[in-house]
């Protein structure tokens, strides 16, 4: 016979109450709310995404703390005169009770009078573990704060003395279950996670970003420099005060954009910009070096860590300390990479592969990507926390399409630095190729704007004007009016008619197959009317209908 549970023995659901007529749930003398699921999981998803990994994690263990030390002192209050260990036992279940898990403690060494406290709890149906893999899929780390907080807080308030919870095991990792060990605050090593349950680190918390932001708005007094940098457009002017505003301050920053916007180039003026620039500027495109020699090329390597390893060398960690490391194409960073990218940010020591040697640096860290990194963490294959870590400061540049303002500025510039290297005098550029540059789409941004100006130069007579022969790109076909014999003004594109045609002669010239494919599309077109059919083709219903009863 199975054993009785507790909120059975002490009649839990007796203290219930719906009242409805008020809008009220009564938990004994606890008010209490029903709340979607969901709700709750939009809530702690803006929480991570608005303020971060590890403040979010405080919060939701402050919560859950309190929630936990209430149920405690209804406990206590309800059943205080049973025994304590009983008593005790609730806290799980009454957790269950509220819907939020299915908790048992499996292992508990208790001494009420020598406040001893040791203890551990299997939890199952974690909704805050399925919250967490809705929005952000699986995790590599432990992400069930709240119940870690409510487990402490209703401990804490049992016991009167302060007990901290962690989670080990969380199946939003892949465990196949939840367990949270507990002890006091004080046996923990872990400082910085007891932290998050004290108020007051949030007050000093917000006390140092408003500082930080007070420094960053301060050192604006002196209008910066464009440098390299071209553009007069709105979206280059809000991007670049953006990344004016940090080049003076220690913040890291995420430059993000599509392919070609020139994100190296802003990474290297906030890097000239910066307190910094007296030290060296390390670039390093991860999605150019092999996913095996990233952590070598990253954090260096000692002689004979590996094989072909035949000589020690510093990373580019290393050889940036004192200035900036710019890291392009941080999604491809492998999974390890990741893991010892965030303990060098969390640290500031990097250890070389196959050295135990702890070396200390100084880097300030600016991070490029072109790729959408939530949802690379929602399909697991990028780190949440490295990435919270990494985006405390982004800066979105934006494509050359929407910067059309920018193209002759742009051009200009191209024009002074390449005329000079191919050794040619350029009078400038005609106004049919500046209008064909400035509507053109440019998927490939500001490069492939460069190669076609360098290519071009190339191509260029000395002391000639730069026109579409030159150019040499896939431009829009432009939209000319034609008049029909019956009068009808359509659109046209001679052009693209002609590659069309092009590439039927070069594959098949058979004409009778061709007016069979027209036929065919007319018909489809008109929907099967004849009439209709007849009129897009231009022929007599008579015609058409002697065509179709041939084939």
Same mark, same amino acid.
């Given at each position: !016979? ?30 209490? !709310? ?10 702690? &998803? ?32 309800? #059943? ?24 048992? $403690? ?7 009078? *020598?406040?001893? #406290? ?34 402490? %807080?209703?401990? +804490? ?10 989670? +080990? ?17 004080? =046996? ?28 960053? &708005? ?47 180039? #802003?990474? &290297? ?26 952590? *070598? ?10 094989? %072909? ?17 710019? @890291? ?10 990741? $893991? ?20 200390? $640096?100084?880097?300030?860290?600016? =991070? ?12 697991? &294959? ?47 550029? +005609? ?24 290519? *071009? ?21 432009? !939209? ?28 098949? @010239? ?11 599309? =007319? ?9 209709? =059919? ?18």
């Amino acid at each position: !016979m199975p054993k009785k549970r507790l909120i059975d023995q002490f009649n839990l659901r007796s203290r219930l109450h719906f009242d409805i007529e008020k809008g009220q749930i009564w938990l004994d003398q606890n008010r209490m !709310m029903l709340l979607h699921a969901s709700a709750f999981a939009e809530l702690r &998803r803006d929480l991570i995404e608005n303020y971060g990994v590890e403040r979010a994690k405080g919060t939701l263990l402050r919560m859950g703390f309190a929630s936990g030390q209430q149920d405690a002192a209804m406990a206590y209050k309800l #059943f205080g005169e049973g025994d304590n260990y009983e008593v005790f036992r609730i806290g799980p279940e009454l957790h269950g009770f509220e819907g939020v898990v299915q908790a048992e $403690v499996i292992d508990a060494d208790i001494d009420w009078e *020598a406040g001893i #406290f040791f203890g551990r709890a299997i939890c199952h149906e974690s909704l805050e573990a399925e919250c967490h893999l809705r929005h952000f899929g699986p995790s590599n780390h432990a992400i069930c704060w709240a119940l870690a907080g409510y487990a402490s %807080g209703y401990v +804490t308030g049992f016991f009167k003395r302060f007990i901290v919870f962690k989670e +080990t095991k969380c199946v939003a990792k892949g465990d196949d279950h939840c367990l949270l060990v507990g002890k006091p605050a004080d =046996a923990w090593e872990d400082q910085h996670y007891i932290n998050l349950f004290r108020s007051e680190q949030v007050q000093q918390d917000l006390v140092d970003i408003e500082q930080e932001l007070k420094t960053l &708005r301060g050192k604006r007094s002196k209008p910066p420099t464009q440098g390299n940098l071209v553009g007069e457009s709105p979206g280059f002017l809000q991007c670049f005060d953006m990344l004016s505003r940090a080049a003076k301050a220690p913040i890291s920053v995420l430059i993000l954009g599509e392919t070609g916007v020139g994100k190296e180039v #802003f990474a &290297r003026w906030l890097h000239d910009n910066s307190d910094r620039n007296a030290a060296p500027f390390v670039p390093i495109n991860c999605g150019a070096i092999p996913a095996e020699l990233i952590e *070598a090329e990253l954090f260096g390597v000692s002689q004979g860590a590996f094989t %072909g390893a035949q000589q020690s060398r510093p990373g580019k960690f290393e050889r940036a300390d004192g200035g900036t490391l710019f @890291l392009d194409e941080l999604g491809e960073l492998s999974p390890a990479a990741q $893991v010892k990218l965030l303990r060098v940010l969390q640290t500031g020591e990097v250890e070389r592969l196959g050295d135990n040697k702890i070396r200390k $640096v100084n880097v300030r860290l600016v =991070a490029a990507t072109n790729v959408d990194l939530n949802s690379m963490i929602a399909d697991g &294959r990028f780190r949440s926390d490295l990435y919270y870590r990494l985006s405390a400061y982004p800066v979105e540049i934006p494509p050359l399409r929407e910067r059309s303002q920018d193209i002759k500025l742009l051009i200009q510039a191209m024009l002074e630095k390449y005329a000079p290297l191919y050794d040619k005098k350029v009078k400038g550029v +005609t106004d049919e190729a500046m209008a064909e540059l400035v509507h053109y789409h440019w998927p490939g941004n500001v490069r492939q704007l460069e190669n076609v100006i360098e290519r *071009a130069i190339l191509l260029l007579p000395d002391n000639g004007m730069l026109g579409l022969e030159q150019l040499k790109i896939q431009t829009e076909q432009k !939209m000319l009016a034609s008049v029909s014999s019956d009068g009808v003004v359509s659109e046209d594109r001679p052009a693209c008619l002609g590659m069309q045609l092009d590439e039927l002669s070069d594959t098949d @010239l058979n004409l009778e197959r061709h007016a069979n494919r027209l036929l065919d599309q =007319a018909m489809k077109r008109a929907g099967g009317n004849v009439a209709a =059919a007849s009129r897009l083709l231009g022929l007599t219903r008579r015609q058409v209908a002697y065509k179709l009863a041939k084939r």
